[in-house]
């Protein structure tokens, strides 16, 4: 079962979801601060970090950055509906998704479940690895190098990635992607596939030019290529 | 919400001021005049000198009692005149016309014809050129009435008369008591009392008073 | 009833105002002027001719007894020295009449003036007007002195005179002239100044004006300087008196408001922390409390689904305030009107109860979650009140897409109509205590409003009620002025890229 560690300040929320998760059989560890989770962090060995955004000193964005720093773990943020500006920010510095507070625990259950479920069941029916321009994509080792150098992927940025490129040229609208790539429904915030192709872009494409692997289409969404 | 309106009631009070003040034009040009009175009358000497005349008062076509001058000619009067009145009795009043009287000259005419001449005189009634001018005795005074004599010298005149007194108007009575006052008098400033032959009326003076001439 | 004068504007009346004024002064002036300019030219030449007739008839008057002949002479002499004009002269002596003229006796004399100047010691004058020329008649009884400078006694001579006054009629017409002449360039020259005072009165009103107008329009900070200290200076102190009395009820208002908007988003904030907790656990309860002794089992329930609506309410709560306090964003996509509908049905369950008419093809620019709730709110609100079938429909009409929601239900109450869009409005008194927050409504016509659309409920003639929905294919901005207030309308294409040139090969 999944190992969660969950960074969360106010102690009945952090209670509650903790005893919720853990009832699902996930075994849990909270902590307080972000301080505190970062520390067990490396002890702990999370599979996933559910991170609130609001937190006393060390808020939930900068979590996330360091997090993301030297690890490609699977981050899930709890926010309040509304915070949108936060939203943006969190999911800039590299949180794979998000969930607005209260929810239910199936809610945040379901949601853990997607984020990790693209990683655990890799696509195996295709060639190893695909070359696309300068991109080789590893689909059985979800492993991605640019120029022969190894990009580290966030598992959403990868599952995107994986998704556009298995279909090149292929357009896919925003809420098409939220479904199949994040498990949404159809109506959730696109701004997840924003702030998830910008960061891809980041990693994957130059930035002396214009985008050349994840392309807009506008008015329509995104598209993977043509090269 | 009250709205302020031109009332026009506010402008009937307007064009009535506006007609109210262009009233004094109404009456352009010269308008009438009633009869105004317009300082003195004009005074002058027209009568001859009191030697040459008697003052006879007749009356005039609008019945004012009016002193009419009647030349005298009385060529032999000269130094005669005495004291006693009763001389003059047989004076020559000229009565058929009033003019062209000799001029008398010299200390002759210092003397007035005596009331007596100028009574009978006024009983002979008007001549020629003064009923032409409309003058007449009033109708109670007999023309065939005579003066006996005047007695002057005291504060009264007394004249007798041979007439009854009484019957005179009053008219007739200030004819003969303006014509007897202002031959014994230069002014006629002298009461006059008529003595008839039935009697004697109260002293009385003339009404037609001579006045002071107002200045200039 | 508007009178006539009240069908011209301010300005006219003022400048007719002064016009008549300066008309009433001129005239009155010219009136006054003129009667005494008259009264001194008539009296003038009367007192002349008084005094110069009786001057030359104590000069020429004939002696007593009078002799005809000579009196005629004697006239002659007085006529020819006439004063200021040529005059006729009369004489009357007893029944003796005689003249400087044709005739005897003159028609211009008066009864009246001869039987005065026959009776009173003094001289006399009459002014007649016959057949339109004016003359003047000068009465003057004859006194003659019994002797030499002594005293004087009437000598029934009357001596008259009778002057044309042409030469003073000329004078006075001309003097009427002059006055009519002067008065009217008068008056010309007195409209400079009319309309130059009007403009000094009207330029404080069109300020004033002018500033009740930026009042009106909304700027409460206007304000009118204060010039000099007449009427128009204390309307303009009284204008700022009041509008800053206003602009500080309005502040007071607003603040009031923003109060109230801030308690209650503040309230929804710190009751969604614990809620978060209790939310959380809920399936807990849920799945233990079939172990449990039954009366604990219903309290666990209850506790389990009240936490469940009380979290839905404290999102319509909050949703609620973000519009009132305009923070609220739309994030803007171009989806087919069909495929999101279903979603919404898809994803509540719904697709099985719904009946649809959905056609392809309307796409349209719009904020997919806040459309979902606009969608889920209606369907679910004729879901709870109405009668199944309920029926979505699509459509187009000019610009704009048209969603309808119909069910079979009962219908509204006529009464409650007007207020089904209101907070917590219940239509139906006896489900009061409905599962809904009582926000939904409401919520649902924001989001519309936000999109530039708008809401309309009413009864379906076979009965039923319906909701109809109208937003604009092109999206908010396309919608003049449908949202009020500054709402950051933001549309948020996908991003091209990093240097924002699209690379759309």
Known sequence: MPRVLLVEDDPSVREGVELGLRRCGHDVLAAATGEAGLEALCAFRPDLLLLDLMLPAM??????????????????????????????????????????????????????????????????????????????????????????????????????????????????????????VWDHSYYSDVRLVDACVRRLRIKIEDPSRSPRYIQTVRGLGYRFGPL | MRELTFRPRRTARLAALLALAGAPLTGCGIQETAVVEAGRPVVADLLPPREGRVLLFFISPDGELLPVPRI?????????????????????????????????????????????????????????????AGFRNAPSLPRTASADRIVTGGPTVEVNLKLRVTRLTARARDQLVCTAAYAAHAQGAVSVSLVGQDGRLAPAECPVRAVRVPAR | MPTAASAFGLRTRLVLAFLLVAAVSAVTTAALTYREARSAVLVRAQDTAVASFREEAERFVPSLPLDPESLRWNLYDIAARAKPHPWIVFAEYG??????????????????????????????????????????????????RVVAGGR???????????????????????????????????????LVPALLAARSVLRPVRELRRAAHSMGG?????????????????????????????EHSVQELQDAGTRARRFASDVSHELRTPLAGMLAVTDVLDEDAGTLDPDTARAVRLISAETGKLAMLVEDLMEISRFDARAVSLVTDEVDAAEAVRSTLSGRQWLDRIRTELPEGFRIRLDPRRFDVIVANLVGNALRHGAEPVTVRLSKRGGAL????????????????????????????????????????????????????????????????????????????????????????????????????????
């Open chain 2, 72 to 132: 005298v000619e009385r060529p032999w009067l000269s130094g005669t005149a005495g004291p006693d009145g009763s001389s003059a009795g047989s004076d020559v009043v000229r009565g058929e016309d009033g003019r062209g009287g000799t001029p008398l000259t010299g200390e002759e005419m210092s003397e007035p014809l005596p009331p007596l001449a100028a009574v009978t005189a006024l009983l002979a009634g008007p001549d020629k050129a003064e009923r032409r």
């Open chain 3, 152 to 190: 004087a006694v009437p000598s029934g001579l009357v001596l008259f005179a009778v002057m044309p006054m042409t030469n003073e009629e000329v004078d006075i017409d001309a003097l009427v002239t002059a006055a009519r002449d002067g008065a009217l360039p008068g008056l010309a020259v007195a």
């Open chain 3, 218 to 246: 909304g700027q409460l900070d206007t304000r009118i300087a204060v010039r000099g200290r007449d009427e128009m200076a204390a309307l303009a102190s009284t204008f700022n008196e009041s509008a800053a009395r206003l």
């Open chain 3, 95 to 144: 029944s003796l009449r005689a003249s400087s003229g044709d005739r005897p006796v003159s028609g211009v004399l008066t009864a009246e003036l001869r039987r005065t100047a026959h009776t009173s010691p003094h001289g006399t004058f009459e002014r007649v007007v016959k057949d339109g020329k004016a003359y003047l008649t000068i009465g003057m009884p004859v006194m003659t």
């Open chain 1, 59 to 180: 808020d939930g964005v900068q979590v996330c950055c360091r997090v993301r720093e030297n690890s490609q773990l699977p981050i899930i943020m709890l926010t309040a509906l509304g915070d949108d500006v936060d939203i943006v920010v969190g999911l800039d510095a590299g949180a794979d998704d998000y969930i607005v507070k209260p929810a239910r625990t199936e809610v945040i259950e379901a949601r853990i479940r997607a984020v990790l479920r693209g990683i655990e069941a890799p696509n195996d029916a295709r060639p190893a690895v695909e070359h696309h321009g300068g991109l080789d994509i590893d689909r059985a080792g979800h492993t991605v190098s640019r120029s022969g150098d190894p990009v580290a992927l966030a598992p959403s940025e990868l599952k995107l990635l994986l998704h556009l490129s298995a279909a090149p040229e292929q357009v896919f609208s925003r809420q098409r992607l939220l479904a199949d």
């Open chain 3, 402 to 505: 048209i969603v309808e929601v119909h069910d079979n239900g009962p219908g509204i109450a006529p009464d409650a109509l007007p207020h089904i869009f209101d907070r917590f409005y219940k239509a139906d008194a006896a489900r009061a205590r409905s599962s809904g927050s009582g926000l939904g409504l409401a919520i649902t016509e924001e989001n519309v409003r936000l999109h530039g659309g708008t809401i309309h409920a009413r009864n379906a003639p076979g009965g039923g009620a319906l909701f109809t929905v109208e937003l604009p294919f092109e999206g908010p901005a396309s919608a003049s002025g449908a949202p009020d207030g500054p709402l950051p309308a933001q549309a948020s294409e996908p991003p091209d890229s990093r240097d924002g040139n699209g690379a759309t090969a």
